[in-house]
């Protein structure tokens, strides 16, 4: 761990000669954990690939899952693939042997990936609750109002939404000074760390973060509860109890993956807002959560609590091992 301690140390004296680098210092305090943070990362960071990738195939060569709801948790999963690969390289880099060098144009498009990746992401929660909505609450118009055509919109609109958000971003960085330190007390090129560097007027960069955030997790949130709140009212109207338990059965994997999704955001966002006195490693950790956890965890929640992802996961593996057998004998 010497060895990983001495590059954080050495590098940040380097980028300070040369205004086009900058350093990732990693977690601070925490430099002698690097190697064992490491650990959960990886984990992580493969279940991320391994389960995402389940899902894409999963669904692409089943005929009946061709569904809206699981379309759109095929963008969930393509955007979290892309997310990882936003940043679990160059934090294990980090981690492993204190690779924090980046370039100011890297960093400015790492941030700009992973800030667009997180709100397009806001954006499929929002259309997957839509779906929930009008699968309870309008069945029998589900199939006119949710078509392919209109499934392909939301995903473009999705897409369109977080490039456009976070265009500004690149701008408003670059029009920065850094006149001092250009060691990013981060593992990632997160906006306002990078923010906090500047020597000039950041007023504006600060207002865009914030307006930003309230236009993605404000709205997304507030339209979320709006829709469970009109289903809670539509499924409670209903006689049957086992109509009731069957018709909030098809949301439990939805709600499950917004509080994955939106308690680690929240909490990140208001303890780099007002959380003046939490240690900065609870800063970052929380920030690191808040990207790793999410996208690891949604495909095994869908995984487990959707019957046809998992009898089609179960045929997938059980036809594996009837191949391995017959190549045996």
Request: include cysteine.
């Amino acid at each position: 761990m010497s060895i990983t301690t001495g590059q954080t140390m050495d590098a940040p004296n380097h980028t300070d000669l040369d205004p086009s680098i900058f350093f990732l210092l990693g977690i601070p305090g925490l430099e002698q954990f690097h190697m064992w943070l490491s650990l959960p990362v990886c984990c992580l960071g493969t279940a991320t690939i391994m389960g995402n990738i389940t899902i894409l195939v999963v669904v692409a060569t089943e005929p009946t899952l061709h569904k809206p709801v699981y379309l759109f948790l095929c963008m969930l999963s393509t955007i979290d693939l892309a997310a990882s690969f936003s940043t679990v390289p160059k934090l294990l880099a980090i981690l492993w042997c204190g690779a924090g060098h980046i370039s100011a144009s890297a960093c400015l498009a790492q941030m700009f990936f992973i800030h667009a990746f997180c709100m397009m992401e806001s954006t499929v929660l929002l259309a997957m609750a839509f779906d929930r909505y009008v699968a309870i609450c309008h069945p029998l118009r589900y199939s006119t109002i949710l078509t392919d055509t209109i499934i392909a919109r939301i995903g473009v609109v999705a897409m369109m939404r977080g490039s456009l958000l976070m265009l500004p971003c690149p701008f408003l960085i670059g029009r920065l000074s850094f006149c001092q330190s250009h060691v990013i007390p981060h593992t990632y090129c997160e906006h306002m760390a990078v923010v906090k560097l500047a020597c000039g007027d950041t007023r504006p960069n600060r207002v865009y973060g914030l307006t930003a955030a309230l236009l993605v997790i404000g709205v997304d949130l507030f339209c979320i509860g709006l829709s469970y709140a009109l289903i809670a009212q539509a499924v409670f109207r209903l006689s049957s109890q086992e109509a009731r338990s069957k018709a909030l059965g098809t949301c439990g994997s939805h709600v499950c993956v917004i509080l994955i999704s939106y308690t680690p955001a929240l909490f990140s966002f208001f303890t780099h807002r007002f959380g003046h006195h939490v240690p900065l490693h609870i800063h970052i950790l929380l920030a690191n959560v808040y990207l790793l956890f999410p996208p690891a965890l949604n495909p095994v929640v869908y995984g487990v609590k959707t019957r046809e992802i998992r009898e089609r996961v179960a045929k997938v593996f059980q036809w594996g091992q009837g191949t391995r057998l017959k190549i045996s004998k």
